[in-house]
C-alpha cells in the first residue's frame, strides 16, 4: 500500500470519527435544552456506546468500530450513530457478487477496506420523520466515497421539506452545481414504490463511485 493511500484512508477515518462525536454531542445537547411538551421534566437521553469487533474467517483482526446508540429521550425516541473501518477479503462467492453491482476493483483483487459513519433518529412526535446519513470512503484496488442523507416519510409541512432540500443544494452547490440534480435524482428513484406510484419520503441526496480526485471528493 503506497504512503498516499495510507495517509488518505487515515484522514478518513479519522475524520468519520471526529463527525460522529460532534453529532452526538449535537443530539444530547437537544436533550439537555428541550423544555417543552409532554417529555420536557423526563430525564434528558444520553448515548450508550459500546465498541464493535471483526473477524475474518480464519479468526484474525478485520477491524471494528463505535455503537453509539440512545433510547427513550425527551425529544428522540431511538438515535443510533456509529462508525466503524474494517478490512479483510471477500470469500469467492461475496467477491462474484460485489463484481456483479458493479463494484469498482473488486473483479481483479478480493480485498477491501472500508471506514464509516452511519446514522439513523427517530423523533418522539410522530409528525416529524426520521433521519438517514451515511457516507464512507471504501478502497479495493481503487478507492472511492459514497453516501447521502433522507427523511423519510413524507413531511405535512411543505415549507419545512423545502428548506431541508435548500440546505441539501446550498452544500451540493458550493463544489459543483451538477451535484444537487443528480443526487437527488438518484435518492428519488431509489425511493421510489412502483406498486403505490409514490415516493417513500421526502428523499435527499445519494451519490456513489466518487473517485477522481480525493482532495475535491473528501471536502464535499
Given at each position: 500500500m503506497?504512503?498516499?493511500l495510507e495517509?488518505?484512508?487515515?484522514?478518513?477515518?479519522q475524520?468519520?470519527?471526529?463527525?460522529?462525536?460532534?453529532?452526538?454531542?449535537?443530539?444530547e445537547?437537544?436533550e439537555?435544552t428541550?423544555s417543552?411538551?409532554?417529555?420536557?421534566?423526563a430525564?434528558p437521553?444520553?448515548?450508550?456506546v459500546s465498541?464493535?469487533?471483526?473477524h475474518?474467517?480464519?479468526?484474525?483482526?478485520?477491524?471494528?468500530g463505535?455503537?453509539?446508540?440512545?433510547?427513550?429521550?425527551r425529544v428522540?425516541?431511538?438515535?443510533?450513530v456509529?462508525?466503524?473501518?474494517?478490512?479483510?477479503?471477500?470469500n469467492?462467492r461475496?467477491q462474484?457478487a460485489?463484481?456483479?453491482?458493479?463494484?469498482?476493483?473488486?473483479?481483479?483483487?478480493?480485498?477491501?477496506?472500508?471506514s464509516g459513519i452511519?446514522?439513523?433518529?427517530?423523533?418522539?412526535?410522530?409528525?416529524v420523520?426520521a433521519a438517514?446519513?451515511?457516507?464512507?470512503f471504501?478502497?479495493?484496488?481503487k478507492?472511492?466515497?459514497?453516501?447521502?442523507?433522507?427523511l423519510?416519510?413524507?413531511?405535512?409541512?411543505?415549507?419545512?421539506?423545502?428548506e431541508?432540500h435548500?440546505?441539501?443544494?446550498?452544500?451540493?452547490?458550493?463544489?459543483d452545481?451538477?451535484?444537487?440534480?443528480?443526487?437527488?435524482k438518484w435518492?428519488?428513484?431509489?425511493f421510489?414504490?412502483?406498486?403505490?406510484n409514490e415516493?417513500?419520503?421526502?428523499?435527499g441526496?445519494f451519490?456513489d463511485?466518487?473517485?477522481?480526485?480525493?482532495?475535491k471528493?473528501?471536502q464535499?
Amino acid at each position: 500500500m503506497s504512503n498516499q493511500l495510507e495517509t488518505e484512508r487515515a484522514r478518513a477515518a479519522q475524520w468519520f470519527r471526529d463527525l460522529r462525536d460532534q453529532i452526538v454531542a449535537a443530539f444530547e445537547t437537544l436533550e439537555d435544552t428541550h423544555s417543552q411538551g409532554p417529555m420536557a421534566k423526563a430525564a434528558p437521553g444520553r448515548f450508550e456506546v459500546s465498541q464493535t469487533k471483526r473477524h475474518s474467517d480464519d479468526g484474525s483482526d478485520a477491524g471494528g468500530g463505535l455503537m453509539s446508540v440512545m433510547r427513550g429521550g425527551r425529544v428522540f425516541e431511538k438515535v443510533g450513530v456509529n462508525v466503524s473501518t474494517v478490512f479483510g477479503s471477500l470469500n469467492p462467492r461475496a467477491q462474484k457478487a460485489m463484481a456483479a453491482r458493479g463494484v469498482p476493483g473488486i473483479d481483479s483483487d478480493p480485498r477491501f477496506w472500508a471506514s464509516g459513519i452511519s446514522l439513523v433518529a427517530h423523533v418522539r412526535n410522530p409528525h416529524v420523520p426520521a433521519a438517514h446519513m451515511n457516507t464512507r470512503f471504501i478502497a479495493t484496488s481503487k478507492n472511492w466515497f459514497g453516501g447521502g442523507g433522507d427523511l423519510t416519510p413524507l413531511l405535512p409541512d411543505v415549507a419545512a421539506g423545502a428548506e431541508f432540500h435548500a440546505a441539501l443544494k446550498a452544500a451540493c452547490d458550493s463544489h459543483d452545481p451538477d451535484y444537487y440534480p443528480k443526487y437527488k435524482k438518484w435518492c428519488d428513484e431509489y425511493f421510489y414504490l412502483p406498486h403505490r406510484n409514490e415516493a417513500r419520503g421526502i428523499g435527499g441526496i445519494f451519490f456513489d463511485y466518487k473517485k477522481k480526485n480525493f482532495e475535491k471528493d473528501f471536502q464535499f
